[in-house]
């Protein structure tokens, strides 16, 4: 029987699927074995008892938790915003021909990488006080705790996103940017107009990883009483009159986490399939001598 070949390995012959076979039964077995046994241990402990559950279907409680959700996708919303903007600019000046640009860039890069979220978020969290020497100075930050996690957020994420976008615009072939050196246009023309826009289209799915990420990393501002959606679990779990549900509010935070998540990654899915659909047989006509963009053509007017 003839074997069909890929790129990276041969194709599995009847023994080897059917091994595949076996070893996927045996993992999906072992999975809904273990998710059984959670259930059960839960349900011997008491999770399930309508005591623990009665809170969730109080208006106030559903409006609590909505008012949380609210505040998660906020802080999501300017921490991406910020991430993508400071990740553009330090991915441009990683790949500028001026060293000390190009070397600030890479200490910054280097730093924020490195520092773990965490400590970034309760160092601006604690520090804007000691700091304060004149009367409403960083004053927004000690006053509201979103200010600290969209921050510490931006910078963390921002960095990452930076190496995303150097990596795609570096990966494209170099006779691109030399066909557009050679007809006469400047760096930024050919950054603006040719590598930017390929490079974040290639990435975009890296991009889109890490805004979600970023929608996960927003429950750590529980930790500095910003009220979002792992804070609003932790007070409803911590109710004495319906028994601690700390479980089925975890249960319930846990599931529209995971739900927004989904959303997220659906909207990246149908964002890259628009954009690639969208740029088919598109061209932009680019003026050498003014770098103006004059609409879509047949390519670069001279």
Same mark, same amino acid.
């Given at each position: 029987m003839s074997q069909k070949a890929t790129v990276l390995f041969d194709a599995p012959g009847p023994r080897a699927r059917r091994r595949n076979a076996i070893i996927g039964v045996l993992g999906i077995a072992l999975l809904?074995?273990?998710?059984?046994?959670?259930?059960?241990?839960?349900?011997?402990? #008491? +999770?399930?008892?309508?005591?623990?559950?009665?809170?969730?279907?109080?208006?106030?409680?559903?409006?609590? @938790? $909505?008012?949380?959700?609210?505040?998660?996708?906020?802080?999501?919303a300017l921490a991406v915003v910020f991430s993508l903007v400071l990740g553009a600019l330090l991915a441009a000046a990683r790949l500028s021909d001026?060293?000390?640009?190009?070397?600030?860039?890479?200490?910054?890069?280097?730093?924020?990488?490195?520092?773990?979220?965490?400590?970034?978020?309760?160092?601006?969290?604690l520090a804007p006080a000691k700091l304060s020497y004149w009367p409403g100075f960083l004053d927004f930050i000690n006053d509201d705790p979103?200010?600290?996690?969209?921050?510490?957020?931006?910078?963390?994420?921002?960095?990452?996103?930076?190496?995303?976008?150097r990596a795609g615009i570096l990966a494209l072939?170099? #006779? +691109?940017?030399?066909?557009?050196?050679?007809?006469?246009?400047?760096?930024?023309?050919?950054?603006?107009? @040719? $590598?930017?826009p390929q490079g974040i289209r290639s990435m975009l799915p890296t991009i889109i990883s890490q805004m979600v990420v970023t929608l996960k990393d927003t429950s750590l501002g529980f930790l500095i009483t910003y009220e979002e959606l792992l804070f609003i679990a932790?007070?409803?779990?911590s109710y004495q009159d319906y028994g601690l549900p700390l479980i089925p509010a975890a249960i319930v935070v846990g599931t529209i986490y995971i739900i927004s998540c989904m959303i997220l990654s659906g909207v990246a899915v149908w964002l890259e399939r628009f954009l690639s659909?969208?740029?088919?047989?598109r061209v932009q006509k680019i003026d050498v001598v003014s770098g103006e963009t004059l609409g879509a053509g047949a390519g670069i007017s001279v």
């Open positions: 809904a074995g273990g998710l059984a046994w959670v259930v059960y241990r839960f349900d011997q402990t #008491g +999770q399930f008892d309508s005591q623990k559950w009665d809170p969730f279907q109080y208006t106030a409680i559903q409006q609590m @938790i $909505l008012d949380g959700l609210k505040a998660t996708l906020k802080a999501f001026h060293r000390p640009v190009r070397w600030a860039a890479t200490a910054f890069v280097t730093f924020f990488r490195a520092m773990p979220l965490l400590i970034l978020i309760f160092f601006l969290y979103m200010w600290p996690l969209v921050i510490g957020l931006s910078l963390y994420n921002g960095t990452v996103q930076a190496e995303n976008m072939p170099k #006779g +691109q940017s030399e066909a557009a050196y050679a007809l006469g246009l400047r760096k930024y023309q050919v950054m603006t107009f @040719i $590598l930017v932790k007070r409803l779990g659909r969208g740029r088919k047989g």
